[in-house]
């Protein structure tokens, strides 16, 4: 196993500011851009890029990738979303009625992004994981949904109220992104007390929000590499058989899946599965 903790309290604050992401809780108002951006100049960083778009009025979890972990968005993001929000009908309809409404669009839904997207506006299959409703105040239900990346709760909202005299979203927020939760994000202003506390030598809160991108071996298969192949993985080699420490972990993969590379807890980069001979994985991103 990949131990987190020990990166995160052993590696030096520098270098964890070179390949970490930060769980940002973004409040309703700003872009996400404009939030990764406060993030880069805050910490006066190369590069930053949210993983997940939230709308500017949509508040919640929004991941940030700082430096090198921008490489990782693209293994990182495409993954489940849970939400809250609330749903106002526009007619006062029985509960029956509304549940029948909503159980039509649990499973695997064809959605149109709405005109306002930045997505090309093509018909798409998304599942619906649940949508559940939590509490009822008249024509306002507050509910809680699991979707796919990419689905959009207010269409998703309106959808469902066509056949019901209409409905349409009025708050929403986000409760976590794959691996990331609600009750580990850091609000922005406690962000900015931590790097204010940093720049004046107590890196203390800041190592506690950081989340070391190492993380990524929670999410993607690993295997772990001899010390001593190191150098030739770091220079582009496919890894063979004979680099691997735990080749029972090949098990149950298929061809392309995704997998990562470690040596002890240093992250060497991510790969694609082949098993075409002696070879194991190819790289697409190597971390040199």
Do not use: W
């Amino acid at each position: 196993m990949i131990n987190l903790e020990k990166i995160k309290s052993e590696k030096p604050i520098k270098e964890l500011l070179k390949f970490s992401i930060i769980n940002i809780d973004k409040p309703s108002g700003p872009t996400s851009f404009q939030v990764s951006q406060f993030i880069k100049n805050t910490l006066n960083i190369n590069k930053t890029s949210h993983m997940g778009t939230l709308d500017p009025q949509v508040s919640g979890v929004l991941p940030v990738a700082l430096s090198r972990a921008c490489r990782l968005s693209e293994y990182l993001m495409h993954k489940d979303k849970t939400y809250i929000g609330i749903m106002r009908l526009h007619k006062d309809i029985e509960d029956k009625k509304l549940i029948d409404a909503i159980n039509k669009f649990i499973g695997k839904i064809t959605q149109l992004p709405p005109i306002r997207s930045r997505v090309k506006r093509a018909e798409r299959v998304r599942e619906i994981k649940f949508f559940r409703i939590l509490e009822r105040d008249g024509k306002n239900i507050l509910f809680e949904t699991q979707v796919q990346a990419g689905t959009y709760i207010r269409k998703l909202v309106h959808d469902m109220g066509k056949n019901i005299g209409g409905a349409h979203m009025l708050e929403l927020r986000r409760t976590k992104a794959g691996f990331f939760e609600e009750i580990d994000s850091i609000n922005l202003y406690d962000f900015e007390k931590a790097i204010n506390e940093y720049k004046n030598g107590d890196e203390k809160n800041l190592r506690k929000i950081i989340i070391p991108a190492e993380v990524i071996a929670n999410f993607l298969p690993f295997l772990e590499i001899h010390e001593q192949t190191v150098k030739k993985c770091l220079t582009g080699s496919p890894i063979f058989k004979n680099f691997v420490k735990n080749i029972e972990n090949i098990k149950g993969l298929k061809k392309y899946d995704k997998l990562c590379i470690f040596s002890d807890n240093n992250f060497i980069g991510c790969y694609k599965f082949i098993s075409e001979g002696d070879i194991i994985a190819l790289p697409e991103f190597v971390f040199n």
